[in-house]
């Protein structure tokens, strides 16, 4: 391979390196900003919705209230922090002799 093919090469990939070179910078950063101004805005959205502006408007939150709103976090922040912890909390329930009958089984059988 000719010297100078070979220069004119590095030229060109360092030329373009120093096109992307603000990607790892400026690609989380950008991510971070548009995730938070999506998150805020779902959470003004919720507000509206559920019309509890207030700590002490939560006194009067009903159980259906509460339920779609954590439920609606659970789809949308968290998914599979919260499929973890119901997983490992039933894995617990299960796991309590007492309290295993009282828990149905889905289609599988009693490993005791």
């Known amino acids: 391979m000719d010297s100078t093919l070979f220069l004119a090469m590095v030229k060109r990939l360092v030329a373009s390196a120093r096109r992307w070179a603000p990607v790892p910078v400026l690609g989380p950063a950008t991510y971070l900003l548009v995730s938070s101004l999506l998150r805020y805005r779902r959470l003004k959205q919720t507000r509206k919705e559920f019309k509890y502006p207030t700590r002490e408007s939560y006194a009067n939150m009903t159980d ?16 599979f922090m919260y499929l973890k912890a119901l997983q490992f909390a039933l894995f617990r329930v ?12 889905i289609g599988a059988e009693p490993v005791c």
């Open 64 to 79: 259906d209230d509460a339920w779609k709103i954590q439920l609606k976090i659970a789809q949308l922040e968290f998914p």
């Open 94 to 105: 299960r796991s309590w002799p007492t309290a295993s009958p009282k828990v149905p089984f």
